[in-house]
């Protein structure tokens, strides 16, 4: 049992499954910490749910501890196992440059480049996470108050499955390709060979610390790179469980986690990979993408934006509501696809705020705060940035409830809102939905192509004028039409943004090649009587050799066919 308290008062107890000798623990703690580390295990504190719990320091303690015979109290105040997430501690042995160096020395071995090798390493990773599903979902629930079954789903399922898919098509991808060749390349051997990059760098976000980290990362183990991961480190809990279960099931020789803050990834920035993969906001994909320029290092960059969603009233308002809401709760809108804005008429912005009432209730209940389902903002900074958006409470349509002890914020629809206000000027990323009243449908398109290109764009129309109007007209990293999100889980369709949205794109077969060099390979013979056949390329170049002009030609159309021209016609005059 934890009791803790801010600035000296005991404002909340949390319990936890840990097992610590039967004491109970009371342990006091400064205002700005919100991670404990013991035993190797990692507790959370939510402050402020029971403030007048007792009536004095005395009476907690002894409240508390009636009935036990093993009791401790501990003031934590000074103690160096306190933390906060920017000071997040980390368990590297090694430098940077010597993770590197060391996962460059296996790479050059060869030993990544087995087929063998990466498959049971990706068998490995499926493993880890079927063994350790509890243990992943509890650090998700710490660092996100995420509920078991989306955790699962979102993070642990859909990982498993990527893998999956990989493991069945990895031996198919692998294998050289041979590409149709040109006539004058007829006596020749070319292909494509499929070559890892080397040692691969990826930064993984917090808001999906587990799927978005995995899931570029079994691309490049299945394309035979070393790897060294990077969780972020405002996830704590989900950070601490990846440093603990990767060296567990991975060769400790080919694959790292490198733990720490913004130090510790400004030193991983500043080696030599030779590709790097970042998922996360704009502003530090571009500090990504400068460091990465010093070395000319290839990136895949997946950061987000605003993606929008169009609704008319050529579809179902209620079975529309439901899927963009649920694609606006989920996670708590921090998703870098969640729906940013809605852009529709005041008709249907009327019709769609009667139904959201009604779907949220039928979800959440009238108390939000309290469902088991509603997940929480990951830190103060994020829940302050998206506070302020809810200052105008003339604009709140509906919700708008929040609490700042336990970082929550009700999901909210936002009215009469322009384009200059706060609230548009960012991606949101929380649970708040702006609506913003469009005349027609090129309004829709004109307000969306005057920002920034979006990650994702969902159409909800059934008319089949407008769905291509949208589509042939605006640019965006991934459509969904008549739902939100769920064109990110289909493994056979490439994800990624363009522009300010990101770079590059992986999931499945997209995965594999992301982290794949294709080495174009050119193999002839060197007989006296081949060489003949390329006599024209060697000065002199007489007039003969000019005015063969349709003999030139044909050989250069890579259309024709090998046997559509007679290359040994006149062979013996070369």
């Keep these: 049992m934890f009791i803790f308290d801010e600035a000296g008062v005991y404002t909340s107890c949390a319990s936890s499954k840990l097992a610590i000798d039967n004491d109970i623990i009371l342990v006091r703690l400064p205002a700005n910490v919100t991670h404990y580390m013991w035993n190797n295990a990692m507790i959370k504190f939510n402050r402020g749910s029971a403030e007048n719990m007792f009536e004095s320091e005395n009476d907690r303690a002894k409240s508390w501890t009636e009935g ?56 490995n990773l499926l493993k880890m996470f079927e063994e350790n599903e509890e243990a992943i979902e509890n650090a998700l629930a710490l660092d996100l108050g995420r509920q078991k079954f989306t955790a699962s789903i979102y993070d642990t399922e859909f990982t498993k499955c990527q893998i999956k898919h990989i493991l069945k098509y990895l031996n198919e991808w692998s294998k050289p390709e041979y590409p149709p060749k040109p006539i004058y390349n007829y006596f020749e051997n070319i292909r494509i060979q499929k070559d890892p990059y ?51 099931y991975l060769d400790n020789e080919c694959y790292y986690v490198y733990d720490g803050g913004v130090v510790e990834t400004t030193e991983l920035l500043q080696q030599r990979f030779d590709y790097i993969f970042f998922t996360g906001s704009t502003a530090v994909g571009k500090i990504v993408h400068a460091a990465a320029n010093k070395y000319l290092t290839p990136v895949t960059l997946e950061l987000g934006g605003k993606s929008p969603v169009y609704l008319d009233d050529t579809v179902d308002i209620e079975i529309a509501a439901k899927r963009i809401l649920w694609g606006k709760c989920f996670n708590a809108g921090q998703i870098c696809v969640t729906p940013d804005y809605l ?137 969904t039409i008549n739902d939100t999100i769920m064109h990110f889980v289909v493994n056979t369709l490439p994800f990624g943004g363009v522009g300010f949205s990101g770079m590059g794109s992986y999931h499945g077969k997209d995965s594999f090649d992301t982290f794949t060099h294709k080495k174009s390979i050119l193999e002839k013979g060197s007989s006296k009587q081949y060489e003949k056949l390329f006599y024209a390329r060697y000065p002199p170049f007489s007039e003969r050799k000019r005015n063969d002009k349709s003999r030139r030609q044909g050989i250069m159309d890579v259309s024709k066919d090998a046997y559509e021209i007679n290359i040994f016609k006149d062979q013996r005059t070369l």
């Excluded at 209940?365 to 003339?394: A, G, W, Y």
């Design 343 to 479: 852009l529709c008429t005041k008709a249907i912005q009327e019709k769609f705020i009667l139904v959201a009432e009604k779907v949220i209730k039928e979800w959440y209940t009238d108390d939000v705060m309290n469902s088991p389902d509603f997940t929480r903002i990951i830190s103060n900074k994020h829940f302050e940035r998206l506070s302020t958006f809810l200052i105008n409470q003339n604009n709140i349509a509906v919700g708008g409830k929040t609490d700042a002890c336990q970082r929550f914020i009700e999901p909210t629809i936002l009215i009469n809102v322009t384009s200059d206000d706060p609230v548009m000027r960012e991606e949101i990323f929380g649970p708040i939905l702006p609506i913003l009243v469009i005349q027609n449908v090129y309004d829709a398109i004109d307000y969306i192509n005057s920002g920034e290109k979006p990650l994702a764009l969902y159409i909800f129309t059934e008319d089949k004028k407008t769905k291509n109007l949208i589509l042939n007209n605006t640019s965006c990293g991934g459509v």
């Design 68 to 123: 036990y015979n093993n009791s401790t109290i501990i003031d934590m105040e000074n103690t160096n196992k306190i933390f906060t997430a920017a000071e997040n501690q980390n368990t590297n042995t090694k430098t940077a440059a010597q993770i590197v160096n060391d996962a460059r020395i296996q790479f050059n071995s060869g030993k990544t480049k087995c087929i063998k090798f990466r498959k049971q390493q990706l068998k």
């Design 198 to 248: 080397g040692v691969v760098l990826v930064l993984g976000p917090w808001n999906f610390p587990f799927a978005l980290l995995f899931t570029p990362a079994i691309g490049a183990i299945a394309a035979g790179n070393c790897v060294v991961f990077k969780p972020s480190e405002i996830s704590v809990a989900s950070a601490k469980v990846i440093s603990e279960l990767v060296p567990r």
